[in-house]
């Protein structure tokens, strides 16, 4: 029998039981338990395979609860909530007394956001605590962005998954911290930077591997699919150098022409980052599952959506 299935009570009545249930967001699916069971947090480390100094998510249903997860809002923070939630962008600010120390891996900050899907906030309206979800993957795979991509991969694992139908933007929400009350983007992601500099001014950027404290899921493989994955500006002269091998290609807009190449996925014929940052890791989850030697990746112009972008097929790479 399926997991997948579209009934919030029952997702409810799991959560309710210290149980983990899929959720639906607006970025990625979300392996979701209740913040304050120490039974349910385990489980989500345990099942994703996640150590345990990577710190979780708390999912909350409207501006109005963030007072019970942090201790101090910031200005501009407040500025950033009141402009994008709900929606794909997480906070990282310091954590109200209550929180546990397994969602925050012992930090005094705690990451927050409010997710913008009409199942996941009617089912976070209904429960009597906010829901701690990492992305539904196992540690370092490629994120799901479909319920079909959930139940391959805990089938035997979890409860349900709550069926909201494929994510709208695709890829994960963008986290920013808070230093000296300036912000600070901790994950290029959904949220464009460009978007978020039109409320609050020059943010600084520190997504790399160096700052990995910051944001310790930053590791620099991550978001990967398992066969070997090469990321490049020119398609037709990396796929000269794997002649004879089972090729995958994954463009942005233009196709390649080459008949070296096995199968090929363009991400938005039209040339929309939006439309290709959707539709990312449904590809790369449907390119891992054809037996192909290697993935060619084609690398987006480097503004907007396709710098988060980038960043993930960069992840991907190894
Ligand atoms: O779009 C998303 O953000 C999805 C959906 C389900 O909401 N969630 C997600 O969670 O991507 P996850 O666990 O895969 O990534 C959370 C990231 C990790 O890189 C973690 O290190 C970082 O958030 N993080 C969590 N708490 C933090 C904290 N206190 N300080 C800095 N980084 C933190
Ligand atoms: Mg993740």
């Given at each position: 029998m399926s997991i997948i299935s579209k009934n919030i009570q029952n997702a409810a009545t799991l959560l309710k039981a210290d149980k983990l249930v899929a959720i639906p967001t607006e970025t990625v699916y979300g392996l979701a338990g209740n913040i304050y069971s120490e039974t349910a947090i385990k489980r989500i480390f345990e099942t994703k395979k996640r150590p345990l100094f990577n710190p979780l998510i708390v999912h909350i249903p409207s501006i109005e609860s963030l007072e019970d997860i942090v201790s101090y809002v910031p200005e501009k923070a407040s500025l950033l909530a009141e402009a994008f939630w709900p929606g794909s962008m997480t906070l990282v600010l310091k954590k109200h007394a209550n929180i546990p120390d397994l969602i925050t891996a012992g930090k005094d900050t705690v990451a927050v956001r409010v997710p913008n899907h009409p199942l996941t906030l009617e089912l976070l309206q209904t429960l009597p605590f906010p829901?701690?979800?990492?992305?539904?993957?196992?540690?370092?795979?490629?994120?799901?962005?479909?319920?079909?991509?959930?139940?391959?991969?805990?089938?035997d694992a979890i409860g349900q998954v709550l069926d909201g139908g494929p994510c709208a933007n695709g890829i994960e929400s963008t986290i920013i911290g808070f230093e000296n009350n300036e912000p600070?983007?901790?994950?290029?992601?959904?949220?464009?930077?460009?978007?978020?500099?039109?409320?609050?001014g020059k943010v600084s950027i520190k997504n790399k591997k160096e700052v990995s404290p910051?944001?310790?899921?930053?590791?620099?493989?991550?978001?990967?699919?398992?066969?070997?994955?090469?990321?490049?500006?020119?398609?037709?002269?990396?796929?000269?150098?794997?002649?004879?091998?089972?090729?995958?290609?994954?463009?942005?807009?233009?196709?390649?022409?080459?008949?070296?190449?096995?199968?090929?996925?363009?991400?938005?014929?039209?040339?929309?980052?939006?439309?290709?940052?959707?539709?990312?890791?449904?590809?790369?989850?449907?390119?891992?599952?054809?037996?192909?030697?290697?993935?060619?990746?084609e690398r987006f112009p480097d503004y907007g959506l396709g710098k988060s972008i980038n960043d993930r097929l960069q992840r991907a790479t190894f």
């Open positions: 829901l701690a979800a990492p992305s539904a993957n196992p540690f370092g795979s490629i994120s799901p962005t479909k319920p079909e991509h959930v139940e391959r991969y805990f089938k600070v983007i901790y994950r290029l992601g959904a949220l464009a930077l460009e978007d978020i500099e039109a409320v609050v910051d944001a310790p899921g930053m590791l620099e493989r991550h978001y990967a699919p398992s066969t070997r994955t090469f990321l490049t500006d020119n398609v037709s002269e990396e796929v000269k150098k794997h002649l004879g091998k089972h090729i995958g290609v994954l463009v942005f807009k233009s196709e390649v022409n080459s008949n070296a190449v096995a199968t090929q996925i363009i991400l938005s014929q039209e040339g929309d980052m939006a439309e290709a940052a959707s539709k990312l890791y449904d590809a790369m989850h449907d390119l891992d599952h054809q037996n192909l030697d290697v993935i060619i990746a």
